[in-house]
């Protein structure tokens, strides 16, 4: 029978073992940490299924696109066979914007939809939480002009990481949650149902 603090030891894990898979390429192992059938990945640049979700994460890992993560602390509501985690994180994303290298580090929260399924932890839906980020040039002789009006197209969490992406080719997403804002708390309120029984967790899309 498992106990509260091995759920939540598993849960920890589950989530450090997303990071070191998907950031190493180890794509077997990083399709065991989905849900097999309800695995959803909402993300900056893609919005979809996880079986998506590595299929494109494998192609740009293989065609040099350079998106890493690093991992902070950790928390985790679990009820049954339901969990919400949440966990500190930064994504850290290197490109080229107008001929210059630059690194865009985005701190945040992983808010992940969590579910015991044949008696294991899977995620069934993550959510990333932007706070705050920011872009520096990697060569500190060089200088770049941002373009302002592309600047403010994204929410202040993930303005610069938005403009990174934009520029490298990536549709990215409008209105994902902040800090603060309707839009995170309409997420706690999905988190909250979730653990509480729903049928879905929330609405991705």
Known sequence: MPTIE???????QLVENWVLWRDAGDWERFATVWHPVDGWM????????????????????????????????????????????QTKM????????????????????FY??????????KIVRRQPIYEKDRLDVVDPSASLDLD??????FPVGYRHLGYLQTKAGFTVKAGLPGLTGD????????????????GTPGDPH
């Open 148 to 153: 302002p009006q592309l600047l403010r197209r």
């Open 42 to 85: 909402t993300a900056t640049w893609f919005q979809g299924p996880a079986t998506d979700f590595i299929a494109v994460s494998r192609e740009g890992f293989d065609n040099g696109v350079s998106i890493l993560h690093f991992l902070g602390g950790h928390t985790a509501d679990v009820l049954g066979d339901r969990a919400i985690a």
């Open 183 to 198: 839009v995170v708390q309409r997420l706690y309120g999905e988190g909250a149902k979730w653990l509480a029984g729903a």
């Open 112 to 121: 992940d939809f969590c579910a015991r399924h044949e008696g294991a932890w």
């Open 90 to 109: 930064t994504i850290n994303q290197r490109a080229m914007v107008d001929g210059v290298e630059v690194d865009v580090v985005c701190t945040g929260r």
């Open 6 to 12: 091995t759920d939540h030891f598993e849960i920890r």
